[in-house]
């Protein structure tokens, strides 16, 4: 079993930057991608990144793009969203996700796991 745990969540003025934290453990074995994801109440929930954990290829919203990087540890337990140049509409809580495919065309797939979820509150 994976367990993902969020952190690095919190409330930033617009234009700022906040650095948000996954946590991998367990059973990782089948686990080939892992990917973040926000959710507004009342909203779908939306992909915002994805990262090939063998091969670091990346993908991003078409929202995010050139503010948002997702990165990895070296030894593959942890990824990280940084996110810059934030705006009101980043508020939201955002989801780690550990997922077992990975394709340039759809980002990370197929999830096995996910994490309770991080606040960011983004004003303006």
């Known amino acids: 079993q994976v367990v993902l745990v969020e952190s690095g969540g919190g409330s930033v003025q617009a234009g700022g930057s906040l650095r948000l934290s996954c946590a991998v453990s367990?059973?990782?074995?089948?686990?080939?991608?892992l990917g973040w994801f926000r959710q507004v109440p009342g909203k779908q929930r939306e992909g915002v990144a994805g990262?090939?954990?063998?091969?670091?290829?990346?993908n991003y919203a078409d929202s995010v793009k050139g503010r948002f990087t997702i990165s990895q540890n070296n030894a593959k337990t942890r990824v990280y969203l940084q996110m810059n140049t934030l705006k009101p509409e980043d508020t939201a809580t955002y989801y780690c996700?550990?997922?077992?495919?990975?394709?340039?065309?759809?980002?990370?797939?197929?999830?096995?796991?996910w994490g309770q979820g991080t606040l960011v509150t983004v004003t303006s």
């Open positions: 996700a550990a997922g077992r495919q990975y394709s340039s065309d759809y980002g990370c797939d197929n999830f096995e796991a």
């Open positions: 367990g059973n990782t074995r089948s686990i080939s991608c």
């Open positions: 990262i090939d954990i063998g091969g670091s290829n990346t």
